[in-house]
């Protein structure tokens, strides 16, 4: 983790003080008494239980500002879990979770987002949307023929085009066709 440039903490297994910055199997945490204010960039998960002031950034990684946290800051990573205080926005690659004891104000942006009855949240939230997938007729020549004893032909279109329908042929494949 850099903050204001500068190296602090390198990973390790042993907890040193619940209130102070610590690294653990690949979390770092902010104890209750540490107190940051800057750009925090990091390459693992963190939780944060004392206060961070700035922007925090976890390409690729999850946040979660914990029960003791207080966090004024624009937030980018995958995941977000809020139980403590956040004023600031959200972008979030994947979910945004917002428990019961949390209190929220700001701006999200994510694909997905829960909230726990009982949280506090002032937000103006963006939900990212899939991307569509298309007909299984897409991609086919615009015109084919269906072979068949009755050698009917038809014009086969996109389904935006006017009047059109859909005809079941030789076995379960539908086709649309306009009359």
């Known amino acids: 983790m850099r903050i204001r440039g500068r190296s602090i903490l390198r990973k390790t297994r042993s907890v040193k003080s619940s209130n102070s910055l610590v690294s653990m199997e690949g979390k ?12 925090i960039r990091s390459s693992g998960d963190l939780v944060i239980n004392g206060s961070v ?51 929220f104000n700001g701006e999200i942006r994510a694909k997905r987002i829960s909230v726990e009855d009982g949280a506090y949240l002032k937000a103006v939230i963006e939900l990212e949307k899939e991307p569509e997938k298309k007909p299984a007729t897409a991609g086919k ?38 009359s």
Do not use: C
């Not at 770092?28 to 750009?39: D, L, N, P, V």
């Not at 966090?71 to 979910?95: C, M, P, Q, Y």
């Open 28 to 39: 770092t945490i902010i104890g209750e008494q540490a107190s940051f204010e800057g750009s």
């Open 53 to 103: 002031k700035g922007s925090v950034k976890l390409q690729g990684y999850h946040l979660t500002v914990d029960l003791k946290g207080r966090v004024e800051a624009d937030i980018h990573a995958d995941k977000v879990t809020i139980s403590g205080r956040l004023i600031g926005n959200i972008e979030a690659r994947e979910k945004v979770e917002i428990t019961k004891e949390a209190d």
């Open 141 to 178: 020549p615009a015109d084919q023929t269906v072979p068949g004893p009755d050698k009917e032909l038809l014009t086969l279109v996109g389904d935006e085009a006017k009047g059109i329908g859909s005809k079941e042929l030789k076995g379960s494949k539908t086709y649309h066709y306009r």
